[in-house]
């Protein structure tokens, strides 16, 4: 470890000690901490990219994206909404006619979209091509993303079907409690197995790394590194099944793990691209030690999607 390494360890360690009970706590409560969970992270993370942006000569409309990733996020909590929202009303003797999730989403992005482009008619800062391309990207790739993870903690048990795994096909209160603590534990076992890759790579690049990754991206990160964040993503994913994780098979679990491998090392391998660009090291210095919410979370981002939609669409379907 370089002695640069070793002077911010101590303030890395006492972020994480007060971090990571947080995040667990959230997790495991689901419902809105889990959305004002990821909310947080999100809109932070998507300030530091307009940051960035801005850094490259963009004026996004950080009020209008940060208002509409948040939003955005919201809207992958629609589906308990719309049951609260419909029972409410419905013991009232009104029935209402709503969106489906898909529906409201698609409305959200659609007014964000002409929301920037008519706002960009009448500025008069920098491109107007520039500032819509920063100001779209932004919620499109984080807080579009981050949703995603909302939406796989809200498939237990919003979308869980309860028929495939257990005989009687209803869920009693132990059981229903049960689903809710595998979907606590899913995300709980996906922000683990994505810090012991980052663990993992970092310690074996340095250990063993002979050979650049991507050298014009991540001068420091070598394929040695990659492989053994790789392994250690897969064993953590089905060390988590074996304790936690139930309801996943043992190829579930595989898969799962890849996923964190593979595209969480290319989140972190696309952000720092980003940062190459605008020449910083960081995108920000708000979690001491650790830089900023885009630098800590950015493997979240790209791995999210593809955990919710296997869940969902294979172990769930």
Not at 202 to 229: C, D, I, M, N, Q
Not at 238 to 250: I, P
């Amino acid at each position: 470890m370089t002695s640069s390494a070793f002077e911010t360890l101590p303030r890395r360690v006492a972020v994480a000690l007060l971090a990571i009970p947080v995040i667990v706590a959230a997790a495991m409560a689901g419902g809105y901490w889990f959305l004002a969970l990821v909310a947080f992270i999100s809109g932070l993370s998507l300030y530091e990219f307009y940051r960035l942006a801005e850094r490259k000569g963009a004026f996004p409309l950080k009020a209008v994206g940060l208002g509409a990733g948040f939003v955005v996020n919201v809207a992958f909590m629609y589906e308990r909404f719309q049951v609260e929202v419909y029972g409410f009303f419905s013991d009232r003797g009104i029935h209402l006619s709503m969106f489906s999730q898909l529906q409201f989403l698609l409305v959200v992005l659609v007014v964000f979209l002409l929301a920037v482009l008519l706002a960009e008619l009448f500025r008069t800062k920098g491109s107007p091509l520039f500032n819509t391309a920063s100001t779209v990207l932004g919620v499109m790739i984080i807080s579009l993303f981050y949703g995603t993870l909302i939406s796989t903690r809200e498939l237990f048990p919003y979308g869980f079907p309860v028929y495939k795994f257990f005989e009687t096909g209803f869920a009693d209160d132990v059981q229903l409690a049960m689903i809710h603590r595998w979907g606590g534990y899913t995300i709980v076992s996906l922000f683990a197995t994505i810090w012991i890759c980052d663990t993992a790579a970092y310690f074996g690049g340095v250990r063993f790394g002979r050979h650049k990754l991507f050298e014009r991206v991540s001068p420091s990160k070598t394929w040695e590194g990659a492989v053994f964040g790789f392994v250690a993503a897969i064993l953590t994913m089905v060390a988590a099944r074996e304790l936690f994780l139930e309801y996943l098979g043992l190829q579930d679990a595989i898969i799962l793990g890849l996923f964190v491998g593979l595209f969480g090392q290319l989140g972190d391998l696309i952000e720092s691209r980003f940062k190459r660009d605008v020449a910083v090291k960081d995108s920000s210095g708000l979690i001491p030690g650790h830089g900023g919410f885009y630098d800590r979370f950015d493997s979240l981002v790209f791995v999210s999607p593809f955990v919710y939609l296997y869940i969902d669409f294979v172990v769930l379907s």
